[in-house]
Nanobody, 116 residues
Framework: QVQLVESGGGLVQPGGSLRLSCAAS????????MGWYRQAPGKERELVATFTSGGTTNYADSVKGRFTISRDYAKNTVYLQMNSLKPEDTAVYYCNGKYGRAFEVWGQGTLVTVSS
């Protein structure tokens, strides 16, 4: 069973930076797409950043220019570098992976709090 484990969340002041990590139990090449989503209190889960095996990268408009998704195939790990953080970025961040014909896996989530 494929598993994803996030880490790197925490409390940061507005304008600060954090890097989230998502360690996969399978090789990244086995995924059709991977990405980060987030869910703020009282809101729906939303896409933050994704990439496909074909190399297409997609970002939510609200994070473009501030967040960067990357991956390390040797470590089977996906990262989300978050800069210029704002209070509205506060949320639980989830890693997501899609593989096979229609399989999907989620991590347990990591909390990011942006507050002074």
């Amino acid at each position: 069973q494929v598993q994803l484990v996030e880490s790197g969340g925490g409390l940061v002041q507005p304008g600060g930076s954090l890097r989230l990590s998502c360690a996969a139990s399978a090789r990244l090449f086995s995924f059709n797409a991977m990405g980060w989503y987030r869910q703020a209190p009282g809101k729906e889960r939303e896409l933050v950043a994704t990439f496909t095996s074909g190399g297409t990268t997609n970002y939510a408009d609200s994070v473009k220019g501030r967040f960067t998704i990357s991956r390390d195939y040797a470590k089977n790990t996906v990262y989300l570098q978050m800069n210029s953080l704002k209070p509205e970025d506060t949320a639980v961040y989830y890693c997501n992976g899609k593989y096979g014909r229609a399989f999907e896996v989620w991590g347990q989530g990591t909390l990011v709090t942006v507050s002074s």
